[in-house]
């Protein structure tokens, strides 16, 4: 096979964004849904919940987000581990993360955190 696999871009991407996470640059992200609507879209506040997880202050990522910080640690999981099995993806995989973003929205529509 030439070039990396889908699973090394995939760990790389991982690996970008928490870097990102810990060494944010000074651009600043304007959500267009909550620009257009006054409301937090389902991921409003994630980039928020990331730099707090990656600086160390777990409370409030979780607080900013709860499924961002679940997503910090699992994107960490997927640098260390590589990403999970092609069998654990399918079947309820897809539920349970739509799932995760419904009930976020919901906490970010609820707190009016994001
Ligand atoms: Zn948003």
């Avoid at 990102?20 to 928020?48: E, N």
């Avoid at 990331?50 to 910080?69: E, K, M, R, T, Y």
Wanted: positive net charge.
């Amino acid at each position: 096979m030439n070039g990396a696999s889908p699973a090394l871009l995939f760990r790389l991407a991982c690996a970008a964004l928490l870097a990102y996470a810990r060494w944010p640059s000074d651009v600043a992200f304007h959500c267009a849904f909550k620009t257009l609507t006054g409301l937090p879209c389902a991921t409003c506040g994630m980039t928020r919940a990331w730099i707090h997880f990656a600086h160390g202050d777990v409370g409030a990522a979780v607080v900013q987000s709860p499924l961002g910080s679940v997503l910090f640690v699992v994107a960490a999981l997927v640098v260390v581990f590589g990403p999970p099995p092609r069998t654990w993806r399918a079947g309820f995989a897809p539920l349970w993360i739509a799932a995760g973003f419904a009930l976020n929205w919901i906490y970010s529509l609820a707190t009016g955190v994001a």
